[in-house]
């Protein structure tokens, strides 16, 4: 167990809202990411972070920010959620040179 | 961008059987992670293969690393119900350890 948190754990929203995602860590992590998983097409990276303020996108990016104002905590928005974000959102953390770790996910249903 | 392509996608076996699941990756494997999930719940750490022909076992779970065929498999002996789920492979981007790219997971089911 990484000491992660993901809250919350379920959402029902509606289409055209703002919604946010938090990731809290109790491990120093340096690295800190987020990814969305779909059927048909597996986990994908959306963001990462590399440190306090330091972020990058991924491969699915378009339609989220993220941010990382403290160590243990990293936050994924949607600025203006739509259906297609409908998914499962992973939170995952890793010191250098160590796997990634994995919360247990939120699960976004947007209507 | 690389991909990485489970087989088989889906399995049933019969509780005591052997089963092996192959991860094959489009570029040079630089590291490679498996990770198993149970169904609406997180991924679970299992090896982490770094160098062509490492092998490392957890106790009945056996991982390999092929660098010259760019694949890694998963070989489970004597299957039990517990080994049930999804195991995803992910693999190193681009050479940086600190991000990967996963296959879309093999969903093992053990019949008792």
């Known amino acids: 167990d990484a000491g992660i948190t993901q809250s919350p754990r379920h959402k029902v929203t509606e289409t055209g809202t703002p919604v946010t995602l938090r990731c809290h860590q109790t491990?120093?992590?340096?690295?800190m990411y987020w990814y969305r998983q779909d059927p048909g097409h597996g986990l994908r990276l959306i963001h990462y972070?590399?440190?306090?303020?330091?972020?990058d996108k991924g491969e699915v990016s378009d339609g989220y920010s993220v941010s990382r104002s403290k160590t243990e905590d990293f936050l994924l928005t949607l600025e203006s959620a739509t259906s297609s974000q409908t998914s499962v959102y992973f939170c995952?953390?890793?010191?250098?040179?160590?796997?990634?770790?994995f919360g247990d996910g939120t699960r976004l249903s947007i209507l | 961008s690389q991909e990485l392509e489970q087989s088989p996608q889906s399995l049933i076996v019969q509780e005591g059987k052997n089963l092996t699941i192959n991860c094959t990756s489009s570029?040079?494997?630089?590291?490679l992670y498996w990770y198993k999930q149970k169904y609406g719940e997180g991924l679970i750490f299992l090896m982490m293969?770094?160098?062509?022909?490492e092998e490392k076992s957890h106790e009945k779970i056996t991982a390999k690393l092929d660098e010259k065929k760019q694949q890694s498999s998963l070989h489970i002996t004597a299957s039990q119900p517990s080994h049930a789920g999804i195991y995803l492979c992910?693999?190193?981007?681009?050479?940086?350890?600190?991000?990967?790219?996963f296959g879309k997971g093999t969903l093992l089911t053990v019949n008792p």
């Open positions: 995952a953390t890793r010191r250098d040179n160590q796997p990634q770790h």
């Open positions: 491990e120093n992590h340096r690295y």
């Open positions: 972070s590399y440190g306090v303020k330091d972020t």
């Open positions: 570029k040079t494997l630089y590291g």
């Open positions: 293969l770094q160098k062509g022909g």
């Open positions: 992910g693999a190193a981007s681009g050479g940086s350890n600190y991000k990967l790219t």
